[in-house]
């Protein structure tokens, strides 16, 4: 029932009564106890408001503000720090872009937690209502342990026992998951998915990366390798891709791809504004010639796109989700790139199969931070409270 609430925002005893098929009695009885314990509130819409129904209407929302969570998201370019309440509303953060000469982990971590002293202090947030820190950080990860593991764009951080040393510092629980992972369930708690329970989101940043909620819960798979969407073959010729694969779709579709691809034509193109830069390329450059209109650029990033928009009818075959979210730079900044992929993988669909709902991320750069806090709000509603309740005996 309280995951049904933080879903839809608000409920009423019918539309809880419908989806548990539990009595009426024994929802009253629930509420009542979930409102002794202040995680819900009442709330009574006035019936002379415009398009009130004439009698007063009762629904049930989440006390958002009766417990907080910490969120921190660590990309290679920037760590987000922020604390939500339990609907996900960013009461206070912190951005902290990446030093790229961050010589030792301790410097970082140190850095971590000074992000998190300033948050809560700046949002004048009852520590003792904090229920933990939720953190996305590139994987691999193993999660059990909560140590990262070898991410090969942030070498610094390799065999770092995140949530041990934020454990031992702060007093508060710590869960540490892959980024993308942390990013899908942002979206899938907070983002335009409300009526779905299958969710897959995929990030065109840089890198390539895919996170996966099935049935509600992040799907790690068996060695914490789900997702890895990036890795996956498009052409087994293809360029070499930093994981030491040819073809990998991150080698196709990426920021990486875009810039390597764009390097290599202007060798051949001395004409081109970018000719003189075309080693020290960055994706501020082609976004800046795709407002010029320039056509290598376009024709890159269009086939960037295309390969994309195969991989995700391949992703669509596979695991059929409600829904698709993208998000990521290349998606956030050139409104085309996400058109095309939304096209090509409609086309490819399989016949008399309907078209698979995708959307663009709405969260944006928060996503990954939210999607942490929610990590940490995810153990409360699914484990605290159900210790609350046995110990009552409900
Ligand atoms: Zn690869």
């Known amino acids: 029932m309280l995951n049904y609430i933080r879903k839809h925002q608000t409920a009423t005893k019918a539309g809880l009564a419908s989806v ?4 009426f009695m024994a929802i009253k ?3 009542e106890e979930l409102e002794g314990l202040g995680l819900i509130r009442c709330e009574e819409s006035d019936p002379k408001k415009p398009g009130g129904v004439g009698r007063r209407a009762v629904s049930y929302a989440l006390n958002e503000g009766c417990r907080y969570t910490l969120g921190v998201h660590i990309n290679k370019f920037v760590t987000s720090v922020g604390l939500m309440d339990l609907s996900g509303n960013v009461l206070y953060k912190r951005r902290r872009p990446m030093q790229q000469d961050l010589e030792s982990q301790s410097s970082f971590v140190e850095q971590v937690l000074e992000d998190v002293a ?3 202090a700046q949002a004048g947030a ?5 229920l933990g820190i939720g953190v996305g950080v590139p994987g691999p990860v193993d999660t059990e342990s909560g140590t990262v593991l070898t991410p090969p764009n942030i070498p610094v951080l390799r065999y770092l026992p995140l949530k041990e040393i934020l454990e031992q510092r702060t007093g508060l629980p710590v869960y540490v998951q892959k980024d993308t ?5 942002g979206e899938y708690w907070c983002g335009p998915s409300e009526d779905v329970c299958d969710l897959t989101y995929i ?3 840089m890198g390539i990366g895919s996170g996966m909620v099935i049935g509600g819960m992040i799907n790690e798979g068996a060695n914490g390798m789900a997702g890895e969407f990036g890795h996956i073959t ?12 040819r073809g990998c779709l991150e080698a ?13 034509q202007l060798e051949q193109n001395a004409s081109h504004p970018l000719y003189e830069r075309r080693r020290e390329l960055a994706l501020e450059d082609i976004f800046c010639m795709v407002e010029k209109k320039d056509l290598l650029t376009i024709s890159i990033l269009n086939r960037s796109a295309f390969y994309m928009g195969v991989a995700v009818s391949n992703l669509i075959n596979i695991l059929d989700p409600q829904i698709i979210v993208l998000g990521g730079i290349l998606i956030q900044r050139y409104p085309r790139y996400y058109s095309i992929v939304k096209d090509v993988a409609a086309s490819r669909r399989l016949k008399g199969a309907r078209e698979t709902r995708m959307e663009l991320s709405l969260l944006g750069e928060n996503a990954g931070m939210v999607g942490a806090g929610e990590v940490v709000a995810d153990h409360f509603f699914n484990e605290m409270v159900n210790e609350v309740f046995s110990k009552n005996g409900s």
Do not use: Q
């Not at 548990?20 to 009595?23: A, I, K, M, V």
């Not at 009852?126 to 904090?130: A, F, L, V």
């Not at 498009?234 to 694969?245: A, T």
């Open 118 to 120: 300033a948050v809560i």
């Open 29 to 31: 009885k629930i509420l």
């Open 234 to 245: 498009i052409d087994p010729d293809g360029p070499l891709c930093n994981c030491g694969n």
């Open 252 to 264: 196709m579709s990426s920021g990486i791809a875009v810039l390597r691809e764009m390097e290599r």
């Open 126 to 130: 009852d520590r003792g209502k904090i």
């Open 20 to 23: 548990t098929g539990l009595t």
């Open 203 to 205: 990030d065109v940043d």
């Open 181 to 185: 992972n942390v990013i899908a369930f």
